[in-house]
């Protein structure tokens, strides 16, 4: 008999694995302290990720395979992968072992002692599930030192014939529609409402809570909104292909406090874990475009189709090409702890405030959200890379590693001193006044850099690059700002600096 491993993320009933039934293939999913502790999540993660795996073993079984399933709370459970599969070895006769590429380095290294740990022979199987290979940096950039997204992603869109016209050029005569798509709401502008799904949650968080599993963040009434199954993830792409990709690159980047999700489409969790295939997304929305001509602009499509073809499979391309060195990564040897508002959002930063207490609450940000407010701040503020990965692992619902900290330490921190980046992405509070209408109901004022109520942002941006100026004098994307800030009287500046270091000093109290 042969045993075949079910990660958590590989949720995926299309794979080869499961086209026909088998007596002679045991099927095995494992809820596992390993995995809920390695960081704290948000509780609305854990509950889906179990839920989702439970349904997923459950149309297994329905459809005639044998399923091993583990629950968190199993008296056998041993709470480790591999500690586990030794007592399945025990139970049944298992001949050898199968398992899917796991997507992060950790259980790639665990998973790689199967034979030794069981003394059986064990296959890693393709997971089939992305556009790329993980060795896709040697591919696209061979013996080169710099890998532009934008190359990467024009290689993918030829390799793959998207948007893509039979002379090779792309459609619609640009590669790139970025300056098209960086609206902020106009006054009275209601998004549509986002697609919910109310799942009660109640079994699995009472199960969490006698095990005694620490999370953050919240769940209203123990309902969870995430689509649990292919069926579910499916509605959740319907509803994007319709509602939301028509204004999604116009107000990809807008900020509200009254809109948490816009016109995003909240598809990462059902991407990350596997219900759905990136080029089926990428396809519906292409489906939708050409039949509502004149109604979706292309640069809509080609704004999402940028951040799926090319940036998620580009942050797992540098994943594998960097680790396990990426982790260790700190270019400017930051060291701070976290301010500690950002496990409750009690802070007079409206911005922060908005965006600390939303991620709790539904275990979502959206990109810029994470980019220019929580990640910028925690840049300026010297905030160590660990604490800030920790942070983001565990908070959103679509945290695994491969995404996370390419994201996170590579371009939200630039602790990877340009791989991922060209340059920090920083900003002062204009940044943020543009874009949202945080600033509108601040206590701070986002015109001031000194004083009272000036905004921590415009004197903190200052304080960063003067005390990195030996890093980023040269970057040739930054020497402008040098010269803006070498030109400010030397009292502003000294004003400015006081400002920051009072701030700094204050951290837990802004
Ligand atoms: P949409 O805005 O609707 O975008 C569509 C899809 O594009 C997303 O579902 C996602 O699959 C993909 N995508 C968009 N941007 C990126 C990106 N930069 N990298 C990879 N995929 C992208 N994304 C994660 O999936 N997991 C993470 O742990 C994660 N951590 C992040 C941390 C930081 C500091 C930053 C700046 C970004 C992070 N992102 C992460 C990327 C991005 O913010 C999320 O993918 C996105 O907000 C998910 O919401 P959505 O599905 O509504 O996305
Ligand atoms: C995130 C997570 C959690 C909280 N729990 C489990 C689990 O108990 N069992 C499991 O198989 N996977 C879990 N996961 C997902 C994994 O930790 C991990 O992030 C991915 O499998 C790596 O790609
Ligand atoms: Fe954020 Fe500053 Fe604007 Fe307040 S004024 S919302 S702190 S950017």
Not at 195 to 211: G, I, P, R
Not at 421 to 434: E, H, Q, R, W
Request: charged residues 20%.
């Amino acid at each position: 008999m042969k045993l075949r491993l079910i990660l958590g993320d590989q949720l995926n009933e299309r794979h080869p694995w499961f086209a026909v039934p088998s007596d002679e293939i045991l099927y095995t999913l494992m809820e596992v302290r390993s995995e809920t502790d390695y960081v704290a999540h948000h509780i609305q993660k854990v509950t889906a990720i179990f839920m989702a795996m439970r349904k997923f073993a459950d149309n297994l079984a329905k459809k005639g395979h044998k399923v091993q399933y583990i629950q968190l709370d199993d008296p056998r459970n041993q709470q480790s992968f591999i500690e586990n599969i030794k007592l399945i070895v025990q139970r049944y006769p298992i001949r050898e072992i199968e398992y899917q590429e796991p997507d992060e380095y950790r259980l790639d290294r665990t998973l790689a002692e199967l034979s030794i740990k069981t003394g059986l022979p064990v296959t890693m199987a393709k997971s089939e599930h992305f556009l790329t290979s993980r060795d896709s940096i040697a591919e696209v950039f061979p013996g080169k030192k710099h890998y532009l997204l934008e190359t990467f992603y024009r290689y993918y869109r030829k390799k793959y014939q998207i948007l893509i016209l039979p002379d090779g050029t792309p459609e619609g005569g640009r590669w790139n529609f970025d300056a098209e798509n960086r609206k902020s709401y106009p006054k009275n502008h209601v998004p549509p409402e986002p697609l919910f799904f109310n799942h009660s949650a109640d079994e699995v968080v009472t199960m969490l809570s006698k095990s005694g599993v620490t999370t953050i963040g919240q769940m209203e009434n123990n309902q969870l909104h995430y689509p649990l199954d292919r069926a579910e993830a499916l509605r959740l792409l319907e509803h994007f292909a319709i509602q939301l990709l028509p204004n999604f690159g116009t107000y990809q980047d807008a900020m509200h406090t009254h809109h948490a999700f816009g016109y995003h489409s909240r598809l990462s969790f059902a991407l990350n874990t596997k219900m759905l295939h990136p080029l089926e997304v990428i396809q519906r929305c292409i489906d939708e475009w050409r039949a509502r001509p004149g109604e979706i602009s292309l640069s809509q499509l080609e704004g999402f189709v940028r951040q799926i073809l090319g940036w998620r499979e580009y942050m797992r391309a540098i994943y594998w090409a960097k680790m396990p060195e990426y982790a260790t990564l700190n270019y400017f040897n930051h060291h701070n702890p976290l301010p500690e508002w950002y496990w409750t959002g009690n802070t007079n930063m409206n911005c922060l405030k908005h965006t600390i207490r939303q991620s709790l609450q539904y275990a979502y940000a959206h990109h810029i959200q994470r980019l220019m407010v929580t990640g910028n701040f925690a840049l300026l503020a010297g905030c160590h890379p660990n604490e800030v990965d920790q942070w983001y692992l565990g908070i959103y619902i679509d945290a695994f590693e491969w995404v996370e900290i390419t994201n996170t330490r590579g371009m939200s921190q630039f602790a990877d001193g340009g791989i991922v980046g060209t340059k920090p992405y920083t900003s002062s509070a204009n940044y943020i006044n543009k874009m949202s209408n945080y600033c509108k109901s601040c206590s701070y004022n986002h015109k001031l850099k000194h004083g009272p109520r000036a905004c921590p942002f415009n004197s903190m941006y200052w304080h960063f690059f003067h005390r990195h100026r030996n890093l980023l004098e040269h970057n040739p994307r930054i020497g402008m700002m040098y010269r803006t800030w070498d030109k400010m009287e030397s009292d502003e500046r000294q004003k400015i600096l006081a400002q920051a270091e009072k701030y700094l000093n204050a951290i837990n109290d802004l």
